[in-house]
């Protein structure tokens, strides 16, 4: 298995947060965990992500345990529900950032940058500011500036939860794309039901900081815990009375 | 008519704000002045001759500069520091508070209380004694004054930095330094002028042998005559007038 996470541990204070967590995800494929706020999904990121360190329980990726690695050294990227960018940059240099980072020649970043810009529409922006950029338009420079380092995992932190409902669909759209096109191994965490369905190539809920896999989308839609039914159920009785109104 | 109406109160501010200078600025020029005149009768630059005969006034204007620039440095490089470290701190709210603390001794009291340790350290009656003992007050200034600066946006940035391969340091030079470029400005400008109008600080631990320009030209003011007040005044107001001049993109940004 490509990333394993066993009984994770981890507890703020006396406020316990995550109970024996564990989970399994095969690369290339996105993993969508469905959860309420407060259920402890931003926590399980960052524990993954090295941010912060578990009480106890061991994460591996490819087999090795990456428990005491920096988060700089385990090239797992972060994605915030903010886009983050820093404001004291251009789009270019946002980009192109992780790069700089790791001093690769000023040539090699220059045509990867115009690449990935290219490939994610910005090309035309190169030379904004944050500020001068729109919500959807700042989340795709934030997707650039991860996707050119070249992760080995992405965690995305509800990214699209501030964009309104069109830009929020062109976004997933988007997202999926280049999840195929760059083979991408991403855990995405939502409270939204429609879209953890969209996004996810596999399905899972998280409450009381615990997490419930699925082993396929159709067990996640039948399971009355989800809340899918539910949903069904409302627009279904919706139909219904507006097609007795119409009557 | 509307029009002119509505700028009244800007002018009225603009006015009140600006008075004090314009006022100095006339009295340094006046020369008969009789009761019961409300303006000068007559001008002359008599006033502005003495100031520049002074003996050794250059040599304080460099002295007063090197001072508050040591402290501006010192103090706002300190204060960011620390208050990156209190900011994350379980202890946050108490130490924020004793950050307060050198503010509730007035810098008399203050001087004189640390007057002692520093003659032990032989810091006493030395640029460095000033230095310290202004660097005190201002390093609590800056504490308080990024307080604020290191909110859950920032660190998550921060953390960003970390996930995209940097370190640190990398974190600090590439992305927090250049984002709280503004706000450095700003401190700095604010802990220089806190340095640069002390008189009590400098006059106990610099024992008369650290003559600043606010030392200096209090002398001044103190003999009474009006006129030589009011451009020992000017000459003290114009360095942070300058400083307010250059940093005037950070301090007139919106909050």
Same mark, same amino acid.
């Given at each position: 298995?490509?990333?394993?996470?066993?009984?994770?541990?981890?507890?703020?204070?006396?406020?316990?947060?995550?109970?024996?967590?564990?989970?399994?995800?095969?690369?290339?494929?996105?993993?969508?965990?469905?959860?309420?706020?407060?259920?402890? @999904?931003?926590?399980?990121?960052?524990?993954?992500?090295?941010?912060?360190?578990?009480?106890?329980?061991?994460?591996?990726?490819?087999?090795?345990?990456?428990?005491?690695?920096?988060?700089?050294?385990?090239?797992?990227?972060?994605?915030?529900?903010?886009?983050?960018?820093?404001?004291?940059?251009?789009?270019?240099?946002?980009?192109?950032?992780?790069?700089?980072?790791?001093?690769?020649?000023?040539?090699?970043?220059?045509?990867?940058?115009?690449?990935?810009?290219?490939?994610?529409?910005?090309?035309?922006?190169?030379?904004?500011?944050?500020?001068?950029?729109?919500?959807?338009?700042?989340?795709?420079?934030?997707?650039?500036?991860?996707?050119?380092?070249?992760?080995?995992?992405?965690?995305?932190?509800?990214?699209?939860?501030?964009?309104?409902?069109?830009?929020?669909?062109?976004?997933?759209?988007?997202?999926?794309?280049?999840? #195929?096109?760059?083979?991408?191994?991403?855990?995405?965490?939502?409270?939204?039901?429609?879209?953890?369905?969209?996004?996810?190539?596999?399905?899972?809920?998280?409450?009381?900081?615990?997490?419930?896999?699925?082993?396929?989308?159709?067990?996640?839609?039948?399971?009355?815990?989800?809340?899918?039914?539910?949903?069904?159920?409302?627009?279904?009785?919706?139909?219904?009375?507006?097609?007795?109104?119409?009557? | 008519?509307?029009?002119?109406?509505?700028?009244?109160?800007?002018?009225?501010?603009?006015?009140?704000?600006?008075?004090?200078?314009?006022?100095?600025?006339?009295?340094?020029?006046?020369?008969?002045?009789?009761?019961?005149?409300?303006?000068?009768?007559?001008?002359?630059?008599?006033?502005?001759?003495?100031?520049?005969?002074?003996?050794?006034?250059?040599?304080?204007?460099?002295?007063?500069?090197?001072?508050?620039?040591?402290?501006?440095?010192?103090?706002?490089?300190?204060?960011?520091?620390?208050?990156?470290?209190?900011?994350?701190?379980?202890?946050?709210?108490?130490?924020?508070?004793?950050?307060?603390?050198?503010?509730?001794?007035?810098?008399?009291?203050?001087?004189?209380?640390?007057?002692?340790?520093?003659?032990?350290?032989?810091?006493?009656?030395?640029?460095?004694?000033?230095?310290?003992?202004?660097?005190?007050?201002?390093?609590?200034?800056?504490?308080?004054?990024?307080?604020?600066?290191?909110?859950? #946006?920032?660190?998550?940035?921060?953390?960003?930095?970390?996930?995209?391969?940097?370190?640190?340091?990398?974190?600090?030079?590439?992305?927090?330094?250049?984002?709280?470029?503004?706000?450095?400005?700003?401190?700095?400008?604010?802990?220089?002028?806190?340095?640069?109008?002390?008189?009590?600080?400098?006059?106990?631990?610099?024992?008369?042998?650290?003559?600043?320009?606010?030392?200096?030209?209090?002398?001044?003011?103190?003999?009474?005559?009006? #006129?030589?007040?009011?451009?020992?005044?000017?000459?003290?107001?114009?360095?942070?007038?300058?400083?307010?001049?250059?940093?005037?993109?950070?301090?007139? @940004?919106?909050?």
């Amino acid at each position: 298995m490509f990333l394993e996470v066993r009984n994770l541990i981890k507890a703020f204070g006396r406020e316990p947060v995550l109970h024996h967590l564990s989970l399994d995800l095969p690369e290339h494929e996105t993993l969508s965990i469905l959860g309420r706020s407060g259920c402890g @999904k931003t926590t399980l990121l960052k524990l993954i992500a090295g941010l912060i360190d578990p009480d106890d329980g061991d994460i591996r990726l490819n087999d090795t345990s990456i428990n005491h690695v920096a988060p700089q050294h385990r090239n797992i990227v972060y994605l915030y529900q903010e886009s983050l960018l820093f404001s004291h940059l251009n789009v270019f240099e946002n980009v192109a950032f992780g790069l700089r980072l790791r001093k690769v020649p000023s040539a090699t970043i220059a045509e990867k940058t115009e690449r990935m810009l290219e490939h994610l529409g910005l090309e035309t922006h190169r030379k904004k500011r944050p500020e001068q950029l729109s919500g959807g338009q700042r989340q795709r420079v934030a997707f650039g500036r991860a996707l050119i380092i070249n992760p080995t995992l992405m965690l995305l932190d509800e990214p699209f939860s501030n964009l309104d409902a069109e830009i929020r669909t062109q976004m997933q759209e988007l997202f999926k794309r280049v999840a #195929q096109e760059f083979a991408i191994t991403a855990i995405f965490v939502t409270h939204d039901l429609k879209e953890s369905l969209i996004m996810g190539d596999r399905m899972a809920q998280m409450s009381g900081g615990k997490l419930r896999s699925f082993s396929s989308k159709e067990e996640f839609v039948n399971d009355p815990e989800t809340g899918v039914g539910a949903e069904l159920h409302f627009w279904e009785s919706l139909k219904e009375q507006h097609s007795v109104t119409i009557l | 008519m509307n029009r002119a109406l509505h700028r009244i109160p800007f002018v009225f501010v603009a006015l009140c704000c600006l008075f004090p200078i314009l006022f100095l600025v006339l009295q340094s020029a006046a020369g008969r002045w009789d009761y019961p005149h409300v303006l000068p009768q007559s001008f002359n630059a008599n006033s502005w001759r003495v100031i520049f005969s002074a003996a050794h006034l250059g040599q304080s204007l460099l002295l007063s500069l090197g001072i508050s620039s040591a402290v501006g440095v010192c103090a706002t490089a300190g204060g960011f520091l620390t208050s990156k470290y209190i900011a994350s701190h379980r202890h946050r709210r108490t130490l924020l508070y004793l950050a307060y603390v050198p503010f509730v001794m007035s810098p008399v009291i203050f001087g004189v209380c640390i007057l002692f340790l520093f003659i032990k350290l032989r810091i006493a009656d030395h640029f460095l004694g000033v230095v310290v003992g202004q660097g005190i007050i201002a390093y609590g200034f800056a504490i308080i004054f990024f307080a604020r600066f290191w909110n859950a #946006q920032l660190r998550a940035t921060e953390d960003l930095v970390y996930t995209l391969g940097g370190n640190s340091w990398d974190a600090f030079r590439r992305v927090l330094v250049p984002i709280a470029r503004g706000t450095l400005l700003v401190c700095f400008c604010q802990t220089f002028l806190i340095s640069w109008f002390d008189y009590a600080l400098a006059l106990i631990l610099g024992g008369g042998k650290i003559p600043t320009l606010t030392i200096r030209l209090f002398g001044f003011i103190t003999e009474a005559n009006m #006129q030589l007040a009011a451009v020992s005044g000017l000459f003290l107001i114009l360095p942070p007038i300058a400083l307010f001049w250059l940093n005037r993109k950070f301090l007139l @940004k919106p909050v």
